[in-house]
């Protein structure tokens, strides 16, 4: 029975109707504190994430709101889409790319959406470009390190021993607690 319905309705819905229904409105943005306009942190960050050159496109938008946790709750993916759109990155240049000012009012944006101040986002937006670059330099110098493990200049120690049948335990598997 759905099967039937749901594209006779699809078909009844003019398409003019359609994307008006779609259309999402989007929360005030929250005032940006003068600081971050300058922040090098937070820059940083942007330039992190950045996807062509100094500037970020729409996926590269979806990456830091995905990445970041910003995307739940009252945010959608489709008010994060309609946030880049609305930034004026569509208008830069053919395609599309966000810039710094664009991206500065995109998380003011998030941040109204949240209720949240503009400093909450900016945080949450650096902490995460911070563990990302963290990441990206660990794995650089595993690469190049010649496959030891290194712990802050010297070698890691080696693995325990293996238990022995007096010392070693059942295994329980994470379903365990579950069985009668």
Sequence with gaps: VVD?????IIAAVPPAAA?????????EPVEIDPQYRTDVGLSGAFAAF???????????????VRSCGL?????????????????????NVEGGHMGWDE????????GGTHGVMFKIVAQRVLSVAER??????????ERG???????????A??????????????????????KK
């Design 50 to 64: 950045a996807t062509h050159g100094d500037m970020l496109d729409a996926a590269g938008w979806e990456r830091v």
């Design 4 to 8: 039937r319905l749901v594209p006779a």
């Design 145 to 155: 390190g010649g496959g030891e493990q290194q712990v802050v200049g010297r070698t």
């Design 19 to 27: 994307a008006a229904s779609l259309a999402v409105q989007l929360a």
């Design 103 to 110: 991206f500065l009012w995109a998380c003011a944006v998030v």
């Design 157 to 178: 120690p080696p693995p325990p021993e293996k238990p022995t049948l007096l010392t070693k335990k059942k295994s329980r598997s994470m379903f365990s607690m579950f």
């Design 71 to 91: 995307v739940g709750g009252v945010l959608t993916d489709a008010m994060a889409r309609e946030i880049f759109v609305q930034s004026g990155a569509p208008l």
């Design 132 to 141: 990302q670059e963290t990441a990206r330099r660990v794995e650089a110098e």
